[in-house]
């Protein structure tokens, strides 16, 4: 069997190493591919096998080490398997429905991670296969997300346990989803690019849509940096919710790395903030540039970060700044590639901006969602209202740059 690229020399290889850089998929001898016996379908299987089976041991590693450091902990070890388990589906959005309540907000640090071990095995299954073509990307993504959604539900139903109950059903899709989604990313990332795969879809869509990916990634960009800000002017409120739990320096390490993989959530929340629509902590709450309404919140310190009554002047003109950014990057994108008509660039700026609201939408739909009982059953921003909105405001500020831009290369 031939050593992968990049592995480590046989002096310094340790199991670890060797687990998380070569997964089952990317044993390809010569032998086994000229016989034939090395079927796309099969090895998909595997990879999706190798890609469950490092996340969940990777959970149940970490839960299993803070449960045998709780003194207070009355659950045992089998609790913490399952509690590490429902972890693990909540990464994939799958709702977890608690004693009348249900907990749906996916910790998106962790679902990237999730979705990386995904992408990792499918680049090396679409190498180790010399996929070369856009049909071949999409019958890797497709050969490892199936089989992935079929373990996610299995998944579900060696996690139900009274009272925590999530739906097989509901794994299964989201399972799906995430799985096609991140091995198809990766198998493109491993072969022709995901550029090329981009460029090939349909109607000359994918120029407006990597257009549209930008405007998110700026402004994701720029809702990191807020939060960030904010997090820095309220440190003492933040370290005051880390303190008020008192759980000893391992509850409190586990608080924190939370609150890590909370931050991509933040991020795509602010969105709705720096467009207009805001965002909400609990029902009847809202967190917008005009104002802050907020009853008592989780005691995260994440959430220390929350402002408190109208956005300073300095906030509202970041949110104008990022804006016109965001709509003039976009118009830069779709009109380089020499002379165009009016009605190609405006054709290109609305879709760009289509595709930035429906993006958007998305994101933020996963973001937020319900994250407890009582009023914590509306947690995020609108996905509808900020997708609207954002494709609203990308169109305008593109439009008025676009065009003269047009004209003046003309």
């Not at 070369?132 to 089989?147: I, K, N, Q, R």
């Not at 998110?216 to 880390?242: K, P, W």
């Not at 029902?283 to 919140?297: C, K, M």
Request: hydrophobic content about 60%.
């Amino acid at each position: 069997m031939g050593t992968p690229t990049g592995a480590c020399s046989l002096s310094s290889w340790d199991p670890m190493t060797e687990l998380l850089t070569r997964p089952p998929a990317a044993a390809t001898s010569s032998a086994t591919e000229s016989s034939g016996t090395g079927s796309v379908w099969w090895r998909g299987c595997l990879a999706a096998l190798w890609a469950v089976a490092v996340g969940i041991a990777i959970l149940i590693v970490v839960v299993l080490v803070v449960w045998a450091t709780d003194a207070r902990s009355g659950a045992g070890a089998g609790e913490a398997i399952r509690f590490a388990l429902q972890l693990w589906l909540v990464a994939h959005k799958v709702p977890l429905h608690v004693s009348g309540a249900t907990v749906a907000v996916a910790p998106l640090g962790l679902t990237l991670a999730l979705a990386f071990v995904v992408a990792r095995a499918a680049a090396v299954l679409a190498r180790g296969h010399d996929v070369d073509d856009v049909g071949g990307v999409l019958t890797v993504g497709t050969a490892v997300g199936v089989p992935y959604a079929v373990l996610a539900a299995f998944a579900a139903a060696a996690a139900t346990a009274a009272p925590v109950r999530p739906s097989p059903v509901a794994a299964l899709g989201a399972g799906l989803v995430v799985g096609w989604l991140a091995a198809t990313w990766g198998a493109a990332r491993g072969t022709i690019g995901v550029a090329a795969l981009v460029r090939s879809l349909p109607g000359g869509a994918g120029r407006p849509i990597a257009a549209g990916g930008i405007v998110v990634g700026i402004l994701f960009a720029g809702g990191l940096l807020l939060d960030i800000a904010s997090l820095a002017v309220h440190a003492r409120t933040a370290a005051e919710l880390a303190d008020g739990l008192s759980g000893g320096f391992v509850a409190t390490l586990a608080l924190l790395v939370a609150d890590a993989l909370l931050v991509p959530n933040a991020a795509i929340t602010t969105i709705g903030y720096l467009t207009g629509p805001g965002f909400a902590v609990g029902t009847g709450t809202s967190v917008s540039l005009g104002g802050s309404h907020l009853g008592a919140v989780p005691a995260l310190p994440l959430l220390g970060a929350l402002p408190h009554g109208a956005a300073p002047i300095v906030v509202r003109l970041f949110a104008i700044v990022l804006l016109l950014l965001a709509g003039g990057v976009a118009s830069w994108w779709v009109i380089r590639d020499g002379e165009l008509s009016a009605s190609v660039i405006l054709g290109r700026v609305f879709g760009t901006a289509a595709a930035a609201g429906v993006i958007t939408a998305a994101l933020v739909a996963v973001a937020g969602g319900p994250a407890g009982p009582g009023r914590m059953a509306a947690v995020g921003a609108s996905a509808w209202q900020v997708g609207l909105v954002l494709a609203g405001e990308i169109a305008f500020v593109a439009t008025l740059v676009a065009l003269p831009l047009a004209w003046r290369r003309s």
